[in-house]
């Protein structure tokens, strides 16, 4: 998934595909999406955010500008121009923690109104387009409020751009020139904007309505530096850049580079027509402010820099002879004659794109349209852009857009050949040939589809419509020697029926393929042999199956091959004997069943005799021992008390005379027997 950077607070947000809008995790704003065709595209996207961000806004711009130069209907491109346009920074709300719009590049003309906004709605979609409107009325609100202040301003003569203080914030040199001229001009009666002394009274307050309307009131800037560093610093090319797109429409503004203590060729490239003062020499300043009063005086001439008859003869006779030695392959003599013209004419255009050819090693302007590098970004092209008529800017363009058109062209002949070829003309002989032989990239039809993409988009270019029948059937070619690799890969290594059919599928899909038919025979005939050999091991499972498994294992063998010969026969016989055995189990089980629930009974039987004579045994022995233990010594005694009775009984009547005798003594067995005898 690709990132983009969060316009608000420079975070990174994943783009899900066709997401138009997506909610930044680190700032919670709602943002819309770029959407990039292209890595290269999106990379370009997140490079001018970042220089916006750093309020780089003209070097974003141009990153923009770009990007809809290849594709003019990227509505995100628009949209950051209107915001490098304005200025537009986005800051947090303190007591809301939203991030809102702040302006750093105020401009008369409603956002509302500007023609990269409308682009932006135009090539929208309906929730881009609903977040453009909502962020443009914010803008505007601002914008009209910025308006409102700056109007009330009293206009000034001159505004005086400079850096303050460096990055140990130090004042700068450049700061005490600066408040040194600011006191000359005061002293000579001039309204001057002097951002120390002008903007302290505004503390707290935003600057930009106060710069605005002295930027648009001012008929003079001087840009003061003494390093190159701190004349490109971010807020200083913010000033000056914005005055020089004034002076595009008023012709009457002047802007004059005050330089100290640093050569005249380090000032920035947009100063080299212009007339710079060098503030080491002695008068320096006398000749400032005589230069300020013929501006406003208006008795200076019309134009700062004006070429002699006779430079533009002699920058004309240099040019030519430049031009010779371009087209003799002498780069580097061609080089220093465009140079000296160029120090005649600052301003040719064709001197700077003759230079141009000549660094890139071109004899010819259409020799840049088949080099390797892009030129677009050569500041030798921006310049032959910058001061070319309308028909020569025609004339340069086309060159960019042929070498995109041929760099595309080349690339795609490149791509789909898969060889380090050296012309366009190999590479079309060798897709010529690839058709004949069918030799291809047989896993990558879809490189030859895309390619042929790009031929169609070029339209009629060169051979583009050749190359994209080519490519075309080749893409075809492609596919069915995939499609015949992938069915040979399952034809070799089939395990089952299943594969083989598949590898059958393939083969039947690629009817043309020269090969298919050779491999679709043989793939047959290994299904049918597969099948006699899968029919004889069914049947011989059949014929030894003897248990209802082995009938099961010998049905699904034989459903396998359901439509082969007579197989729906050997099914039917199958199930019926698989039920007859099923039946005769079921019987055997319900058998044994029965014998052991019969065993089961005569068990628990058993079990009751053998308990019930071990309980009458024990209760026969308990008899016995009550017999022997209690009942017979019962007995005896009460014998021996019948026969002690009969014994007193007949002592009492034989021996009367004894009845007061002493117990114990007629107690006495033997006396008993001895009396009985």
Same mark, same amino acid.
């Given at each position: 998934?690709?990132?983009?950077?969060?316009?608000?607070?420079?975070?990174?947000? +994943?783009?899900?595909?066709?997401? @138009?809008?997506?909610?930044?995790?680190?700032?919670?704003s709602?943002s819309t999406?770029?959407?990039?065709?292209s890595?290269?595209?999106?990379?370009?996207?997140?490079?001018?955010?970042?220089?916006r961000?750093l %309020? *780089?806004?003209d070097?974003?711009?141009?990153?923009?500008?770009?990007?809809?130069?290849?594709?003019?209907?990227?509505a995100?491109?628009?949209?950051?121009?209107?915001?490098?346009?304005?200025?537009i920074?986005?800051?947090? *709300?303190?007591?809301?923690?939203?991030?809102?719009?702040?302006?750093?590049?105020?401009?008369?003309?409603?956002?509302?109104?500007?023609?990269?906004?409308?682009?932006?709605?135009?090539?929208?979609?309906?929730?881009a387009?609903?977040?453009?409107? %909502?962020?443009?009325?914010?803008?505007?609100?601002?914008?009209?409020?910025?308006?409102?202040?700056?109007?009330k301003?009293?206009?000034?003569?001159?505004?005086?751009?400079?850096?303050?203080?460096?990055?140990?914030?130090?004042?700068?040199? *450049?700061s005490?020139?600066a408040?040194?001229?600011?006191?000359?001009?005061?002293?000579?009666?001039?309204?001057?904007?002097?951002?120390?002394?002008?903007?302290?009274?505004?503390?707290?307050?935003?600057?930009?309505?106060?710069?605005?309307?002295?930027?648009?009131?001012?008929?003079?800037?001087l840009?003061?530096?003494?390093?190159a560093?701190?004349?490109?610093?971010?807020?200083?090319r913010?000033?000056?850049?914005?005055?020089?797109?004034?002076?595009?429409?008023?012709?009457?503004?002047?802007?004059?580079?005050?330089?100290r203590?640093?050569?005249?060729?380090?000032?920035?490239?947009?100063?080299?027509?212009?007339?710079?003062?060098?503030?080491?020499?002695v008068?320096?300043?006398?000749?400032?402010?005589?230069?300020?009063?013929?501006?406003? +005086?208006? +008795?200076?001439?019309?134009?700062?820099?004006?070429?002699?008859?006779?430079? *533009?003869d002699?920058?004309?006779?240099?040019?030519?002879?430049?031009?010779?030695y371009?087209?003799?392959g002498?780069?580097?003599?061609?080089?220093k004659?465009?140079?000296?013209?160029?120090?005649?004419?600052?301003?040719?255009?064709?001197?700077?794109?003759?230079?141009?050819? @000549?660094?890139?090693?071109?004899? +010819?302007?259409?020799?840049?349209?088949?080099?390797d590098?892009?030129?677009?970004?050569?500041?030798?092209?921006?310049?032959?852009?910058?001061?070319?008529?309308?028909?020569?800017?025609?004339?340069?363009?086309?060159?960019?857009?042929?070498?995109?058109?041929?760099?595309?062209y080349?690339?795609?002949?490149?791509?789909?050949?898969?060889?380090?070829?050296?012309?366009?003309?190999?590479?079309?002989?060798?897709?010529?040939?690839?058709?004949?032989t069918?030799?291809?990239?047989?896993?990558?039809?879809?490189?030859?589809?895309?390619?042929?993409?790009?031929?169609?988009?070029?339209?009629?270019?060169?051979?583009a419509?050749?190359?994209?029948?080519?490519?075309?059937?080749?893409?075809?070619?492609?596919?069915?020697e995939?499609?015949?690799?992938?069915?040979?890969?399952?034809?070799?290594?089939?395990?089952?029926?299943?594969?083989?059919l598949?590898?059958?599928?393939?083969?039947?899909?690629?009817?043309?393929?020269?090969?298919?038919?050779?491999?679709?025979?043989?793939?047959?005939?290994?299904?049918?042999?597969?099948?006699?050999?899968?029919? =004889?091991?069914?049947a011989?499972?059949?014929?030894? @199956?003897?248990?209802?498994?082995?009938?099961?294992?010998a049905?699904?063998a034989?459903?396998?091959?359901?439509?082969?010969?007579?197989?729906?026969?050997?099914?039917?016989l199958c199930?019926?004997?698989?039920?007859?055995?099923?039946?005769?189990?079921e019987?055997?089980?319900?058998?044994?069943?029965?014998?052991?629930?019969?065993?089961?009974?005569?068990?628990?039987?058993?079990?009751?005799?053998?308990?019930?004579?071990?309980?009458?045994?024990?209760?026969?022995?308990?008899?016995?021992?009550?017999?022997?233990l209690?009942?017979?010594?019962?007995?005896?005694y009460?014998?021996?008390?019948?026969l @002690?009775?009969?014994?007193?009984?007949?002592?009492?009547?034989?021996?009367?005379?004894? =009845?007061?005798?002493d117990?114990?003594?007629?107690?006495?067995?033997?006396?008993?027997?001895?009396?009985?005898?």
């Amino acid at each position: 998934m690709a990132i983009v950077k969060c316009k608000m607070c420079g975070g990174d947000i +994943t783009i899900q595909a066709d997401t @138009a809008s997506a909610t930044c995790e680190y700032c919670g704003s709602l943002s819309t999406l770029p959407h990039a065709s292209s890595e290269q595209t999106l990379n370009l996207h997140n490079r001018a955010n970042h220089l916006r961000m750093l %309020k *780089d806004f003209d070097k974003a711009q141009n990153i923009y500008e770009s990007i809809i130069t290849q594709n003019p209907c990227d509505a995100e491109a628009y949209w950051g121009i209107v915001l490098c346009r304005y200025g537009i920074e986005y800051v947090e *709300d303190e007591a809301t923690h939203h991030r809102i719009p702040t302006l750093n590049r105020m401009q008369y003309r409603s956002v509302l109104e500007d023609e990269g906004y409308l682009n932006a709605l135009e090539n929208a979609d309906v929730v881009a387009k609903s977040l453009y409107e %909502k962020q443009a009325q914010e803008i505007n609100r601002i914008q009209a409020g910025f308006l409102s202040i700056s109007s009330k301003e009293p206009p000034f003569d001159v505004f005086i751009c400079y850096k303050e203080s460096d990055g140990s914030s130090q004042r700068t040199p *450049d700061s005490v020139y600066a408040q040194e001229i600011y006191q000359a001009l005061i002293d000579e009666g001039y309204k001057v904007f002097f951002s120390k002394i002008t903007l302290e009274k505004r503390l707290g307050e935003a600057y930009e309505p106060y710069i605005f309307a002295a930027l648009n009131s001012a008929k003079v800037m001087l840009v003061v530096g003494t390093r190159a560093e701190y004349m490109q610093a971010k807020w200083v090319r913010n000033e000056w850049s914005r005055f020089l797109y004034l002076m595009n429409t008023d012709r009457s503004k002047r802007l004059i580079p005050v330089y100290r203590d640093m050569d005249a060729y380090e000032l920035p490239e947009e100063f080299a027509y212009l007339q710079a003062q060098d503030y080491s020499k002695v008068g320096a300043m006398q000749d400032l402010l005589r230069g300020i009063k013929k501006i406003m +005086t208006g +008795t200076e001439d019309s134009v700062p820099k004006q070429n002699s008859r006779a430079q *533009d003869d002699q920058a004309l006779a240099l040019l030519r002879r430049g031009h010779i030695y371009l087209e003799d392959g002498e780069f580097g003599d061609a080089i220093k004659y465009f140079d000296r013209a160029l120090d005649f004419q600052p301003d040719n255009a064709q001197a700077y794109m003759y230079k141009l050819c @000549a660094e890139m090693g071109c004899r +010819t302007e259409e020799e840049l349209c088949y080099i390797d590098e892009r030129f677009d970004t050569d500041k030798d092209y921006a310049r032959a852009l910058r001061f070319a008529s309308s028909e020569e800017k025609i004339r340069f363009e086309y060159l960019l857009e042929e070498w995109e058109r041929w760099h595309v062209y080349w690339e795609a002949i490149r791509r789909c050949t898969f060889r380090a070829i050296q012309t366009p003309e190999a590479g079309l002989d060798y897709l010529k040939q690839a058709i004949e032989t069918q030799t291809t990239a047989p896993y990558l039809p879809g490189i030859y589809l895309r390619t042929a993409e790009d031929f169609q988009m070029l339209g009629n270019y060169k051979d583009a419509p050749n190359c994209y029948a080519l490519c075309m059937k080749l893409a075809k070619i492609a596919k069915e020697e995939a499609i015949f690799a992938k069915a040979n890969s399952l034809f070799s290594s089939a395990t089952n029926l299943d594969n083989l059919l598949q590898a059958q599928q393939l083969y039947k899909s690629i009817p043309n393929y020269a090969k298919a038919s050779v491999s679709l025979a043989e793939c047959e005939k290994a299904y049918e042999e597969r099948l006699n050999q899968l029919f =004889e091991s069914a049947a011989t499972q059949l014929d030894s @199956a003897k248990s209802a498994y082995q009938f099961q294992h010998a049905l699904n063998a034989f459903e396998k091959i359901r439509h082969y010969k007579a197989v729906e026969d050997y099914i039917s016989l199958c199930q019926r004997r698989l039920k007859e055995c099923e039946a005769e189990e079921e019987a055997k089980e319900t058998a044994a069943a029965l014998a052991r629930i019969r065993l089961a009974k005569r068990q628990k039987r058993s079990e009751r005799l053998v308990w019930g004579f071990i309980v009458l045994i024990l209760i026969a022995t308990g008899c016995i021992a009550y017999y022997q233990l209690v009942v017979i010594p019962a007995n005896h005694y009460k014998s021996g008390e019948a026969l @002690a009775a009969d014994y007193y009984r007949l002592a009492g009547t034989y021996f009367p005379q004894s =009845e007061n005798m002493d117990r114990n003594q007629a107690n006495c067995p033997f006396k008993l027997l001895s009396y009985r005898c």
